[in-house]
């Protein structure tokens, strides 16, 4: 069997994968969509609408892939480690790096750019209740008061919806597991299928996740993901599909049924280009500035469009994307490769460890696991 046929399965534990190179180029590509959202200019369109005919946009496409790619692995995280490890990596993963992006817009960039002065500005409720989006499971608060009020978009940080959905769909596989997610592979299916069909079936309404139709279709991505893994035995990579997959994508653009063949079509490329293409060692060169560059570029691209308003979206994709590649760099080995490393030790501690123990003593009994 060729290396391009293997199930999805053969690579389990293995870091040879290009994951990382793809969020990046999705986490870009979202940077892409919007330079033409925030700065709009007579006469020039985004190109790929053209090619999209109305059935999705760029930034769309990027944020499905992610949460594809995000169910796939964060289920292998949940079998493979336990709940406890799961959730303290999640913690770690999502929050410090948004914390600071959080804080940076509200304490910095707030005051520098705001038309208001510093005392109305930080006596305005919206200034303290931006920063419950540090949070990020609460209603997103998306204006700083006085910042980009003349901008197309007066939004202080239009992607970080996304989180909020994304912190969700965590809390909704973390509550799987005490209904025994880990127990077998068909329990597993059979719950995440519940899932998967309430979400089709009520497109607003997916549990835990909430009724926001906005948020149901990545959503929807993610637990397709979670599926993936969960029969990753039974899903072959091989180019000639791979190939098919392609070319349906692209054949369903301005089509009545491109619903139904552009997600799975998207999911196949995604995991053929990771797992049976050559590694590029992305994360050995830059690392995984991948939730850097998805944070920062909305921000900084309000900037460049307030900055320089009478030039084009081109420009503001090329400066913002330079500004932005060096903030997610600083970000990945500042804030959130630390973040991992502290995980690390805080799971050798012996007294947490200790507490861990009998944590992990009473989920067994409830959901025990595969052997």
Request: aromatic share 14%.
């Amino acid at each position: 069997m060729s290396y391009s046929s293997k199930p999805l399965i053969a690579h389990d534990g293995s870091r040879d994968n290009n994951f990382t190179t793809i969020r990046i180029f999705l986490a870009w590509s979202v940077l892409y969509g919007h330079s033409f959202v925030a700065q709009p200019f007579p006469g020039i369109q985004d190109p790929l609408s053209a090619v999209f005919q109305g059935s999705i946009w760029i930034g769309a496409v990027a944020v499905n892939g992610f949460f594809a790619i995000s169910g796939f692995l964060v289920a292998a995280s949940l079998v493979k480690r336990g709940i406890v490890d799961y959730l303290i990596s999640r913690v770690l993963r999502i929050f410090p790096a948004l914390i600071i992006c959080v804080s940076v817009s509200v304490f910095i960039l707030g005051p520098l750019l705001t038309t208001m002065s510093l005392s109305d500005y930080f006596n305005h409720p919206k200034t303290w209740k931006y920063l419950g989006n540090a949070l990020g499971v609460l209603n997103m608060e998306w204006v700083l008061p006085g910042v980009f009020a003349e901008n197309a978009r007066p939004s202080m940080n239009g992607s970080l919806w996304t989180l909020t959905v994304e912190i969700r769909c965590y809390l909704l596989l973390a509550a799987l597991t005490f209904l025994g997610f880990r127990v077998g592979k068909f329990r597993g299916n059979l719950l995440v299928l519940i899932i998967f069909a309430v979400g089709i079936i009520s497109f607003e309404s997916i549990p835990l996740v909430g009724v926001n139709p906005r948020w149901s279709r990545p959503a929807l991505y993610f637990i397709i993901g979670v599926l993936l893994y969960l029969n990753r035995d039974r899903v072959y990579l091989d180019y000639r599909v791979a190939v098919i997959a392609a070319v349906l994508a692209f054949v369903s653009f301005g089509e009545n049924w491109f619903q139904y063949v552009f997600p799975p079509a998207l999911i196949y490329l995604i995991f053929y280009l990771a797992y049976a293409t050559k590694p590029l060692g992305t994360d050995a060169v830059v690392g995984d500035i991948s939730y850097g560059v998805y944070i920062y570029a909305w921000p900084v691209q309000q900037i460049v469009a307030q900055s320089f308003p009478d030039q084009t979206p081109y420009f503001n994709m090329v400066l913002s994307s330079l500004i932005v590649i060096t903030l997610a760099w600083l970000s990945w080995h500042g804030i959130e490769k630390r973040m991992l490393n502290y995980k690390r030790t805080l799971l050798g501690h012996t007294d947490l460890n200790k507490l861990l123990l009998g944590f992990r003593t009473v989920l067994k009994r409830k959901s025990p696991e595969v052997p």
